[in-house]
């Protein structure tokens, strides 16, 4: 059985920054693509940044190049995002994804097989 369970979502100043993790079980995370999606409030969920299986290629929505950063711990089996200099409209709730199948370069939320929970990233302006 497949899980990912999302952690470090919070409130946080605009400016500010947030780290995400997102813990698999049941599923080698050397082998998969991952991303980190973003549903706000009356809006789609989004892409916000994936990691291919190996970790070689990496891709960002334009709206947050240059301040996040996804990484990936194969030994841990956990993928990260780290959030700097947050925005008001990069509140949402964040999910983590694993493609739908094995040595995929992309993800988008249409290939998407597993997903977390999500967690809520709240930044006051």
């Known amino acids: 059985q497949v899980q990912l369970e999302e952690s470090g979502g919070g409130l946080v100043q605009a400016g500010g920054s947030l780290r995400l993790s997102c813990a698999a079980s049941?599923?080698?995370?050397?082998?998969?693509?991952m991303g980190w999606f973003r549903q706000a409030p009356g809006k789609e969920r989004e892409f916000v940044a994936g990691?291919?299986?190996?970790?070689?290629?990496?891709r960002y929505a334009d709206s947050v190049k240059g301040r996040f950063t996804i990484s990936k711990d194969t030994a841990k089996n956990t993928i990260f995002l780290q959030m700097n200099s947050l925005k008001f409209e990069d509140t949402a709730v964040y999910y983590c994804?694993?493609?739908?199948?094995?040595?995929?370069?992309?993800?988008?939320?249409?290939?998407?097989?597993?997903w977390g929970q999500g967690t809520q990233v709240t930044v006051s302006s």
């Open positions: 994804a694993t493609a739908d199948r094995k040595y995929t370069i992309g993800i988008t939320k249409h290939t998407a097989e597993y």
């Open positions: 049941g599923l080698p995370l050397n082998t998969y693509a």
């Open positions: 990691c291919s299986w190996s970790g070689g290629s990496i």
